[in-house]
């Protein structure tokens, strides 16, 4: 199946040609069922980046964080 397939069968909706992919929905949708199902490994991510911390890192890197990644990391950033 191909990727557009893929991620429309998750209910990833399309922002823009620039933008890409909107996982906000989908990390809604996982946070919800961590806190019903796992809550304890919930409890044991740690917490999101801020927006400004996330272009700190694209600069201390040199690399552009793509969108996806941003908001991901803003969801979430790894476990204790």
């Known amino acids: 199946a191909?990727?557009?397939y893929k991620r429309q069968t998750l209910g990833l909706p399309w922002v823009d040609g620039a933008r890409g992919w909107d996982l906000n929905p989908l990390l809604k949708r996982l946070d919800t069922?961590?806190?019903a199902n796992h809550p304890d490994?919930?409890?044991?991510?740690?917490n999101g980046?801020?927006?400004g911390r996330i272009k700190s890192l694209g600069v201390e890197t040199g690399i552009d964080i793509p969108a996806e990644l941003a908001d991901l990391l803003r969801?979430?950033?790894g476990q204790k």
Request: cysteine-free; aromatic content about 12%.
């Open 2 to 4: 191909s990727d557009v």
């Open 33 to 35: 069922w961590l806190k």
């Open 41 to 46: 490994l919930r409890a044991d991510l740690k």
């Open 49 to 51: 980046l801020t927006p």
């Open 75 to 77: 969801w979430k950033n």
